[in-house]
Structure formats: C-alpha cells, structure tokens
Antibody, heavy 122, light 110 residues
C-alpha cells in the first residue's frame, strides 16, 4: 500500500524558513516524480513544485520560485521542501503527491498524503 | 485567478447526473491531458480521472471524463450524497512550465 506522510509544518514568522518532509513507502520511490501541492484557507488547490525520480529535474510555480527548493533522498524514500523567505500568503496545508511519471514534469497525481499545515504569521 | 476555469458550484438531486467543466487555453488543455480530483474536507485529494478519460482502479464508472480543444468535462451519474465534495481539474501548462489546477467546483447533492 502506498503511503505518504508529511511532517515539518508549524507556525513561522514572515521572512522565516521551514523544511517539510514527506516519508514515502509501499512503492519504488525512485520510479516516480514527486510533487508538492498546497491549499490556502478557503482557497483551491495550488501546484507548488515537482521533482523527477532521480532528482535531476525540478519545476516551480512562479509564486514560490527563488524562495522554495525541492529535493529528495532516494536512499531514505523521502521528499523535501525547503521554504525560505516565507510570506503570509504561503499559509496553507501542504500535500505531498506522487506522480505517475518519472520526468518531473507533472502528469497526474495518483496518491496524496494527508497534508501538513504551515502558518506564516507574526 | 486560476489558469483553468471551473464553475464555483454545481448541484443536482440524488440519482441525477451532473457535469463540471474546465476551460483552459492553447498552452494547457489543448495539448496536455487533464486529470480530475475529488477533495473532501479534511481528507487527502483523490484521483478520479487521468489522461482525460481513464479511471484508476477502484473508481466507479459513474465518473467519466472527456476533453476536446481547450476544454475538459467531468461527468458524474447516479449522484450520491457521498459525492458532495470539491472537484478540481489539473494539467500541465507549457507556457508557464508549471502544473496548474482549476479553481475548484463545489458539488452539492440536494
């Protein structure tokens, strides 16, 4: 059974940093690109970033480009999202989602975690 | 403002059929497959349709998808109260080099 478990969320001040993790199990991790998708309070889903199976290719939404970094440790089946220069508008539930493809360019997301809440507030 | 446009809400009676539209452009839906997701409050989003019209195992055939030109449609027949949720379309946008979602449609089963 595919399982994705996010962690690392919490309260952070504007301008601060946070690192999210997503522990994956139940599948061959390197065989799938991975994504982060977020949902701000009262808003819809927003794709944030993706990374290829090998980690060589990454993509970012314009709203986080230059501030967020995505990475993965295939030896530990773990996906990361390093979030710097956080803004109030980054407040959201962040979901880790498995992509059916391997290239990093988002195709479709066939498994999702339960999400971790990030609150950016002073 | 989402790149893909969905109606904010739709509603229908139990047992009836509903369709949810997703309108895009030549940089996204016209040349890339659309997927659809169901999102219940407090739960993880769930894949309903991928590659325009394919259903993952376990998704009943009450759910269907279609895609033509710059638009896509999700259809749900035999509506049940358990279908009440938010529904999102998603695809790749070649101009933005980014994944994109619609703004979401809230389905109410009256």
């Amino acid at each position: 059974e595919v399982q994705l478990l996010e962690s690392g969320g919490g309260l952070v001040q504007p301008g601060g940093s946070l690192r999210l993790s997503c522990a994956a199990s139940g599948f061959t991790f390197i065989g799938h690109a991975m994504n982060w998708v977020r949902q701000a309070p009262g808003k819809g889903l927003e794709w944030v970033s993706s990374i290829s199976g090998t980690g060589a290719g990454t993509y970012f939404a314009d709203s986080v480009k230059g501030r967020f970094t995505i990475s993965r440790d295939n030896s530990k089946n773990t996906l990361f999202l390093q979030m710097n220069s956080l803004r109030v508008e980054d407040t959201a539930v962040y979901y880790c989602a498995r992509d059916q493809g391997t290239s990093g360019r988002p195709h479709y997301f066939d498994n999702w975690g339960q999400g971790t809440l990030v609150t950016v507030s002073s | 403002q989402s790149v893909l446009t969905q109606p904010p809400s739709v509603s229908a009676a139990p047992g009836q059929k509903v369709t949810i539209s997703c309108s895009g452009s030549s940089s996204n839906i016209a040349y890339n497959y659309v997927s659809w997701y169901q999102h219940l409050p407090g739960a993880a989003p769930k894949l309903l349709i991928y590659d325009s019209n394919k259903r993952p195992s376990g998704i009943p055939d009450r759910f269907s998808g279609s895609q033509s030109g710059t638009s896509a449609t999700l259809g749900i027949t035999g509506l049940q109260t358990g279908d009440e949720a938010d529904y999102y379309c998603g695809t790749w946008d070649s101009s933005l080099s980014a994944g994109v979602f619609g703004g979401g449609t809230k389905l109410t089963v009256l």
